[in-house]
């Protein structure tokens, strides 16, 4: 459905960042028992490993003089060491040691962040703590399963992490965008199907019997040497609340089944996307290109890597552009159009979340 009038206008003030929600952290092997920061929803933290390999998110301020943890060292079995006075805390943020006295100060805590380790991701939890289900982490099983393979990269993009799920839940931009790889007219030309749930979004369009984009074309000969002839494209957007999205991507040769469930003559990706809030006017945005063929040959997945980079390096131009735009017009309203069908529906499960939460700012 598009069940969105063309006319109508929603507010471009930012939402506040949900709280109680796993947000990735880091790239599981940037973790190292060498601290590291990194900032999530306006908080600093600290990032490093135990000795036994566990990975650890602390609050990235020690509670004697707010010195940043992640300037220090890891010390003994699990602790870091500020690196201003020499305090000590272990992984769960209680200190164990200061300097020229022996009785420890009851209240020398910083706050232990939940953390979880799944999908080559260090996730973290900043909200309340008794809502921290591993279980509540999106599925993105292709980034560890044996049947995917693929890499990605994390982009620091320069504006508000709503403006990146914006533009992954309405991917007409793509003609206009990334005209000389993966655009082509009938994205726009095309119907498309919204549905959604209590914390999932989908946008589903298939574009039957047209050319392959260049993109598309190279995968295809890739697993089909010297294909030539129209194609099946589809698109299928799954947005996992607050900033997770998946898409279902591929083509097949045209007429072949891929609409009914055959994609065995065809080739099939997904792009997958999390996006972690930084500051209001920041994010870090990990994503990765996964795919179910050929998949001994790191020469595709190099490929494709340097492929995507270049078209979400596009993406990031405009996106800075845009939230430069937005700071110099600060009480103008966005215009809907159809189009825009998934990415107010995302919007709307994010108000619901901070709503929630208490956190939720009213309008004017």
Known sequence: MTAVQSQSSTTNKVLGHPLNAWYVAAWDHEVTRAPMSRRIANRPVALYRTE??????????????????????????????????????????????????????????????????????VWVWLGDPTKADPELV??????????????????????????????????????FVHSSSIGQEELSESDFVVSHDGNTVTVSRWMLDIDAPPFWLKNMRDKFPGFEGKVDRWQIITFQAPSTICIDVGVAA????????????????????????????????????????????QLITTQLRNGVHGVFGEDEEMLKAQQEAIDANPDYEFYNLNIDAGGMWVRRLIERMLDAEGRLVPTA
């Open 138 to 175: 999106p599925d993105m099983h292709q980034m560890s399963s044996e049947e995917w393979a693929g890499d990605g990269e994390t982009i620091h993009a320069p504006c508000n992490y709503q403006l990146v799920l914006d533009n992954l839940m309405d991917l007409t931009h793509e003609e």
């Open 254 to 297: 045209a007429g072949t089944g891929a609409p009914e469930g055959d994609r065995s003559q065809g080739v099939n990706g997904f792009v997958m996307n999390t996006i972690t809030p930084e500051t209001d006017r920041s994010c870090h945005y990990f994503w990765a290109f996964m795919r179910n063929y050929r998949l001994e040959s």
């Open 52 to 121: 036994d390999g566990k990975a650890v998110a602390l609050a990235d301020a020690c509670w004697h003089r707010l010195a940043p943890l992640s300037m220090g060292k890891t010390v003994g079995k699990d602790g870091i060491q500020c690196p201003y006075h020499g305090i000590v805390y272990n992984s769960a943020g209680r200190c164990m040691s200061m300097p020229a006295q022996e009785t420890i100060n009851p209240s020398a805590t910083v706050p232990s962040f939940p953390v979880v380790e799944r999908y080559r991701y």
